[in-house]
């Protein structure tokens, strides 16, 4: 059976910061003031590091489906909670994370730089990343640790009585605001009651391609799925000039959005390699070298399959614990920097994308909850067996979106 992958990488270039201390609205912030050289590499590397190792792992737990996380979501909310982490729980979050040997300063310096220069990249692109903490009435919460998350990541802190359901609806309200409703539901009444605090991460994205497709030219066609079916697609189609590269086991194609610098990545690996073996070897080197082998061509034919897809909500717990943070979702984590006898107990997780003629529209929301512990022929590039995709920038090379299209039901 013929396997495929399509890769689509995508970062995008701006920022909405979360007004006030009610979390109840979104609006984009006043101080855009960045410094491009403040964004460290070792930072984005690192980013970029769990982003292939957690697609990794979700591969082998969900490889006879689709996929699609924003890793760039994730770390952001997980960076979010290492802030409060201490000890061994911070060894092994730094691990995971990709920050080993990355100081506080210099982490959270890239973090701040990052996202003011995500908000104003390209005016072409829409992109609202919000963030927000929601604590339980009363608890006594350390300052440091809140004030470096209203600093560093925008997030408003917003104190609530657990206990009532309409503050469950609350918070889902402002997740539903952030995604432009792609989203509207993360957390389900009642909250546990030992539950301590919400970090939460939500993202939106739209971008029109930088060359459309013609609608015309869109045709039914057949899609060879994971499982060795056909299934019938509405296959977007391009003749001409396209930046395509090519290596020993794979094809890719680069399609821009808005002003250039944002770009969909789809790499298709030699027909007799596996979408599971090639996402087994895809790592940061191996993406790198991919990149760099595209060039814009003449007379390529193009043809990617027009699709929408959802994933989750998603239980990241097993797979975090499998990158080497377990320490963290046990009575044995050391968050003290937020408060004594805290540990973190569900990491959830839910995308959604649509890809059409016009371009791409994606969303993608993660919660942390935290509790008391105790040759000569011509190009070609048709997608239409099983791919992956992400969404990432060129000019920083962050990660936001990943996925793997299994099927098209």
Same mark, same amino acid.
């Not at 964004?39 to 590091?49: D, L, P, Q």
């Not at 691990?95 to 959270?108: P, V």
């Given at each position: 059976?013929?396997?495929?992958?399509?890769?689509?990488?995508?970062?995008?270039?701006?920022?909405?910061?979360? #007004?006030?201390?009610?979390? $109840?609205?979104?609006?984009?912030?006043?101080?855009?003031?960045?410094?491009?050289?403040?964004?460290?590499?070792?930072?984005?590397?690192?980013?970029?590091?769990?982003?292939?190792?957690?697609?990794?792992?979700?591969?082998?737990?969900?490889?006879?489906?689709?996929?699609?996380?924003?890793?760039? #979501?994730?770390?952001?909310?997980?960076?979010?909670?290492?802030?409060?982490?201490?000890?061994?729980?911070?060894?092994?979050?730094?691990? /995971?994370?990709?920050?080993? @040997?990355?100081?506080?300063?210099?982490?959270?310096?890239?973090?701040?730089?990052?996202?003011?220069?995500?908000?104003?990249?390209?005016?072409?692109?829409?992109?609202?990343?919000?963030? #927000?903490?929601?604590?339980?009435?009363?608890?006594?919460?350390?300052?440091?640790?809140?004030?470096?998350?209203?600093?560093?990541?925008?997030?408003?802190?917003?104190?609530?009585?657990?206990?009532?359901?309409?503050?469950?609806?609350?918070?889902?309200?402002?997740?539903?605001?952030?995604?432009?409703?792609?989203?509207?539901?993360?957390?389900?009444?009642?909250?546990?009651?030992?539950?301590?605090?919400?970090?939460?991460?939500?993202?939106?994205?739209?971008?029109?391609?930088?060359?459309?497709?013609?609608?015309?030219?869109?045709?039914?066609?057949?899609?060879? /799925?994971?499982?060795?079916?056909?299934?019938?697609?509405?296959?977007?189609?391009?003749?001409?000039?396209?930046?395509?590269?090519?290596?020993?086991?794979?094809?890719?194609?680069?399609?821009?959005?808005?002003?250039?610098?944002?770009?969909?990545?789809?790499?298709?690996?030699?027909?007799?390699?596996?979408? !599971?073996?090639?996402?087994?070897?895809?790592?940061?080197? !191996?993406?790198?070298?991919?990149?760099?082998?595209?060039?814009?061509?003449?007379?390529?034919?193009?043809?990617?399959?027009?699709?929408?897809?959802?994933?989750?909500?998603?239980?990241?717990?097993?797979?975090?614990?499998?990158?080497?943070?377990?320490?963290?979702?046990?009575?044995?984590?050391?968050?003290?920097?937020?408060?004594?006898?805290?540990?973190?107990?569900?990491?959830? !997780?839910?995308? *959604?994308?649509?890809?059409?003629? $016009?371009?791409?529209?994606?969303? /993608?929301?993660?919660?942390?909850? *935290?509790?008391?512990?105790?040759?000569?022929?011509?190009?070609?590039?048709?997608?239409?067996?099983?791919?992956?995709?992400?969404? /990432?920038?060129?000019?920083? @090379?962050?990660?936001?979106?990943?996925?793997?299209?299994?099927?098209?039901?």
């Amino acid at each position: 059976m013929r396997k495929c992958l399509c890769l689509i990488f995508f970062l995008f270039l701006m920022m909405v910061i979360l #007004s006030g201390c009610s979390g $109840k609205a979104l609006s984009f912030g006043q101080n855009d003031d960045f410094d491009l050289e403040q964004i460290g590499t070792a930072t984005v590397e690192g980013n970029s590091r769990f982003a292939f190792d957690l697609f990794r792992q979700l591969e082998q737990e969900d490889g006879d489906q689709n996929v699609f996380i924003s890793p760039f #979501s994730i770390s952001t909310a997980l960076t979010m909670t290492y802030q409060g982490a201490g000890t061994t729980t911070k060894e092994a979050m730094a691990k /995971a994370l990709g920050y080993t @040997g990355i100081d506080d300063e210099e982490l959270n310096r890239s973090y701040r730089n990052l996202i003011r220069y995500l908000r104003q990249s390209d005016n072409k692109i829409e992109l609202n990343i919000g963030n #927000s903490l929601w604590v339980r009435e009363g608890e006594d919460i350390k300052e440091d640790f809140l004030a470096v998350n209203r600093e560093i990541f925008d997030a408003p802190v917003t104190p609530l009585d657990f206990s009532q359901e309409k503050e469950v609806d609350r918070i889902n309200q402002w997740i539903s605001d952030a995604t432009k409703k792609k989203i509207e539901k993360m957390i389900e009444p009642p909250i546990p009651a030992d539950v301590v605090m919400y970090l939460i991460n939500a993202i939106y994205f739209k971008g029109e391609w930088a060359d459309q497709f013609d609608p015309k030219q869109t045709i039914s066609a057949s899609f060879q /799925a994971g499982d060795g079916s056909n299934q019938e697609v509405m296959m977007m189609s391009k003749n001409g000039k396209v930046e395509y590269g090519q290596g020993e086991n794979y094809k890719a194609v680069r399609l821009p959005y808005g002003g250039g610098k944002a770009a969909m990545y789809c790499i298709l690996p030699r027909e007799d390699i596996s979408v !599971h073996d090639f996402i087994g070897e895809l790592d940061e080197e !191996h993406w790198q070298r991919i990149r760099e082998s595209i060039s814009e061509r003449d007379g390529v034919q193009l043809r990617l399959p027009r699709f929408k897809l959802e994933y989750g909500i998603k239980n990241l717990n097993d797979s975090l614990k499998a990158l080497g943070m377990g320490e963290a979702f046990t009575a044995e984590a050391d968050f003290s920097g937020i408060r004594d006898g805290l540990c973190i107990s569900r990491v959830l !997780h839910k995308a *959604v994308i649509e890809v059409n003629e $016009k371009g791409s529209e994606a969303a /993608a929301a993660t919660v942390v909850e *935290v509790k008391e512990s105790a040759a000569l022929e011509p190009l070609t590039f048709i997608a239409d067996r099983p791919f992956v995709f992400m969404i /990432a920038d060129d000019e920083t @090379g962050t990660i936001l979106f990943m996925g793997k299209m299994w099927d098209v039901k």
